[in-house]
């Protein structure tokens, strides 16, 4: 396993001097880390301190890159980004309310692997592959699961379903990350949906900014940019995410004129305080990146450890939303299953609201003795 800190140290920065490498997206996903003992190599530690993570590899596969370890305060165990990406024993136990598929997705599928719980717009998820294993991922149950899309016949069945039902007007293009499958099938993917006429908007959600952002290249960009309007969503958690590398990638999709908007996941321990979120947000507003939702984590079974509490949740967006810029904020919101929506979540204080409906009451009121 090569020694990632050192090849970071060759390839970062953007320089004369980067690894060819390090910037190649391909070499990125083979060199992963995807197993214990490249684990016990990257983080120094011996193979046999690792143990108790051998039942959660065998349940949720480990698989980092790089790029993304390069991040990493390995020497913390604690640290919010090894949070996201190392397994957990905690992975394993589970609550009443756990599900593997908290949404209900498998059951809103017509075709596999489309997902329709609204009217008007409906979810294909083209790959279940991801450059990085998110421990808090929702679809955590696809990483060994069926393998929907991948080929055209499978996308191609997707795009009938999509072409007989006149509500769709906007299709989601997920996964997975839908950015690692061939780039001539997503084009084709894109064209067929493209040519629908009642899509009107296409969207894709994608985290490869984050995880692996040298898979977005001028070549990826001018093909997206063939089917726009196409909306690009990713999922930055953390201000330390917000790299030289992953800025200049929103940049490319931004320059190629496809928004990008970021959807974070409240997790405990990695972005649930104030000051945490704050940098995590303006980060994003220093790179033209505009945040879109906040989700509550959802009760995905592996993932109950992460899970905040909505009211703390609540109260650190209030706190934000009295500091913040409104170009800042996310809406914080909780995704329920059966086509009912994202509830938003925020605190109400009816005394205040009353208050302030007076106080504008007798402003109005007293129009006439104003200057």
Known sequence: MLRMREDREIG?????????????????????????A?????????????????????VYPVAIT????????????????????????????????????????EEAM????????????????????????????????????PGYG?????????VDYVSRTPAVREVIVSGGDPLLIAEDLLDWFLGE????????????????????????????????????????????????EVTPEAAAACEMLLTAGIPVSNQSVLLQGVNDDAETMRDLLTALERISVR?????????????????ADPAHGMEMMERLRRTLSGLCLPRYV????????????QRLSLRAERGAARREKQCFDNGDRMD
């Open 150 to 158: 991948r080929t055209r016949e499978r996308l191609r069945a997707m």
């Open 291 to 307: 945040p879109y939702y906040l989700f509550q984590c959802e009760p995905v079974r592996g993932a109950g450890h992460f899970r």
């Open 193 to 240: 949906l493209r040519a629908i006429p009642h899509v009107e908007v296409l969207r894709i959600g994608s985290r490869i900014p984050v995880t692996l952002p040298m898979r977005v290249t001028p070549q990826l960009c001018a093909m997206l940019k063939r089917h726009r309007p196409l909306w690009f969503n990713t999922q930055f958690n953390h201000g330390r």
């Open 12 to 36: 970062a920065g953007g320089g004369s001097g980067v690894s060819a490498r390090w910037q190649d997206w391909q070499w990125q996903l083979t060199n992963r880390v995807q197993s214990l």
């Open 110 to 145: 017509p075709v596999p692997g489309l997902i329709h719980r609204y009217p008007d717009r409906c979810l294909a998820i083209v790959t279940s592959e991801c450059a990085v294993h998110c421990r808090h991922c929702n679809r955590k149950r696809l990483w060994r699961g």
């Open 66 to 105: 790089p790029y993304y370890w390069s991040l990493v305060d390995a020497a913390a165990p604690d640290d919010p980004l090894r949070r996201q990406c190392v397994p957990d024993p905690r992975e394993l136990e589970c609550s009443g309310g756990d599900l593997a598929d908290p949404l209900g997705e």
């Open 38 to 58: 490249q684990l016990a190599a990257v983080t120094g530690l011996p193979v046999r301190s690792l143990a108790p993570l051998r039942p959660v590899a065998g």
């Open 334 to 345: 909780l995704d329920c299953p059966g086509g009912r929506g994202k509830i938003p979540l």
